[in-house]
């Protein structure tokens, strides 16, 4: 190896923390995962102990450099994503109090529902204010600790996230991420002001002492490395921390979909949509827009598909377990748009955006004795991406049109279904060569706090690097125009039967 430079991007994501060596051209020279549990005490929790994240850190942090085989000084710089909505509770000496709420909790569900009827301003990013707000959001998680938990509520000198943990542990500062109070936080406008009245109208305004008082930008750097830190990283004292946020939000960095215009499209188990916008906008059927959550004086808009990629798994399992991906793809592939009449509702755990309605549930209609797995398997896969093609005309319906998507994760995998993704949505489709966009993300954003860049978008110019890019076939696009028109039919069609 060269003497670098070289940043670490790091990934605390829902089962593993990923660590990973970059050179400054985005290419990834090792990567070390470190698992840790998460805990189930009750239906609809889950927790996790902020101790194994920190543990989870060094770990890995220590396996990529060694494994890159380069010296920890030519090492200029660190940052790491998290999953947001991880709330902790940290005494005066910033130790944990309880295990985390992390973000698949939703044990705060009566706390969002008395959130929602305070009508207060700072709701507009849920749906222009009708909402709902979720439960795993910061706010309702820290009202049900005071409520349920108050002598944890009434010791905790900080009620944070994973990313403001982990980064107090390193630099000994304690500050939050402007992406994550920007997202989850309910603090709007284009000052990303505290939403005040609000926290009053439910007795939470305490919650002010608690939050970190300082916010920082992306790619800002918090502080150096401190002595016990760096000792325990194995990297040099003073080693520029930058700021990072949510894993999703800052793979948007990693895919390069840092300009108004361009979409990133985070695939997977279910499917995320995240947008740049020189506007600020909101409305129903979308979550946003959030000023300055990513690139200061932009504002992001969210969409989201609950199950995606799980209903692909889900069919596989059920009608074709012995049977590879490749052997359903050919069949699906020789068949023509629309499956021989068949049309999939995808709501199998409810539906996101843009009906918001966690009641909502999946259908097959038009089965005939014709149809076989292969109809079944394509079916699917147009649903999604008609599923998708619903969130994207609703953020055109607000004015937001993107020319282009940036694709990462599972989906990309499938040269069928970015295929079918780029035609039903009129879309090129783009693939950048790093599949881990939030590990690269990250590394950008290092990048940037070590002075090795001067800001967010020249530095993804430089370390994201498109793979293939997929254009959508005009003629298939105009037959999907009318099957797309019965999939939108569905839903108000089965409404009073499914949610009944």
């Not at 709330?87 to 969002?112: K, N, T, Y």
């Not at 985070?266 to 020189?278: A, I, K, N, P, Q």
């Not at 799980?310 to 050919?330: F, G």
């Not at 008609?386 to 609703?394: A, P, S």
Request: aromatic share 6%.
């Amino acid at each position: 190896m060269t003497g670098g430079p070289y940043v670490i991007g790091v990934d605390g994501g829902t089962e593993s923390l990923r660590a990973a060596v970059f050179d400054l051209a985005g290419s990834p020279l090792a990567s070390v995962a470190t698992p840790y549990p998460t805990r189930f005490p009750a239906p609809g929790r889950a927790e996790q102990d902020p101790r194994e994240w920190w543990t989870a850190l060094v770990a890995s942090v220590r396996g990529a450099v060694a494994q890159a085989a380069v010296p920890a000084g030519a090492i200029k710089g660190i940052c790491l994503d998290t999953t947001c909505c991880s709330v902790v509770a940290l005494d005066a000496a910033g130790e944990p109090l309880r295990p985390s709420l992390i973000w698949m909790d939703v044990r705060a569900h009566a706390e969002a529902e008395r959130l929602l009827a305070t009508g207060a301003p700072a709701l507009a990013v849920n749906g222009g204010g009708t909402g709902p707000v979720s439960a795993e959001w910061m706010v309702p998680k820290a009202l049900w600790l005071k409520i349920h938990e108050p002598r944890v509520y009434a010791a905790a000198a900080t009620i944070c996230e994973y990313q403001d943990y982990l980064n107090l542990k390193l630099t000994g500062r304690r500050v939050a991420s402007i992406n994550n109070v920007a997202v989850r936080w309910h603090r709007g406008g284009p000052d990303n002001a505290v939403p005040t009245p609000m926290l009053e109208a439910l007795g939470l305004d305490d919650l002010l002492g608690k939050w970190p008082s300082e916010v920082v930008p992306l790619g800002v750097p918090i502080d150096g490395l401190t002595p016990s830190a760096a000792a325990a990283l194995g990297l040099p004292v003073g080693l520029p921390v930058a700021q990072g946020g949510a894993d999703a939000f800052i793979g948007m960095i990693g895919v390069g979909a840092v300009r108004p215009g361009r979409m990133a499209f985070v695939t997977g188990s279910s499917h995320l949509h995240l947008g740049l916008s020189e506007t600020a906008f909101h409305g129903t059927g979308i979550w946003g827009t959030y000023a300055n959550a990513l690139v200061p004086g932009l504002h992001v808009v969210e969409g989201g598909q609950t199950s995606t990629g799980s209903v692909v798994a889900w069919l596989k399992r059920l009608v074709a377990p012995d049977v590879d991906y490749a052997t359903l793809t050919a069949e699906a592939a020789a068949l023509p748009p629309g499956a021989d009449g068949l049309v999939v509702q995808e709501h199998f755990q409810g539906n996101r955006t843009p009906h918001t309605d966690p009641l909502s549930r999946g259908a097959f209609v038009g089965l005939t004795l014709a149809h076989e797995r292969g109809h079944l398997f394509r079916a699917v896969l147009e649903s999604i991406a008609f599923g998708t093609e619903l969130i994207l005309e609703g953020f055109r319906s607000h004015g937001f049109e993107p020319d282009e998507v940036v694709v990462c994760g599972g989906a990309t995998r499938s040269d069928l279904w970015l295929q079918i993704h780029a035609d039903v949505a009129g879309v090129p489709l783009i693939v950048t060569q790093v599949p881990e966009a939030p590990l690269l993300g990250s590394a950008v954003l290092a990048s940037v706090g070590a002075g090795l860049d001067p800001d967010i978008p020249s530095a993804a110019d430089r370390m994201v690097r498109v793979d293939r890019r997929i254009e959508p076939d005009r003629e298939r696009h105009d037959a999907y125009r009318a099957i797309y028109r019965r999939y939108k039919a569905l839903y108000p069609a089965l409404k009073g039967a499914l949610n009944g």
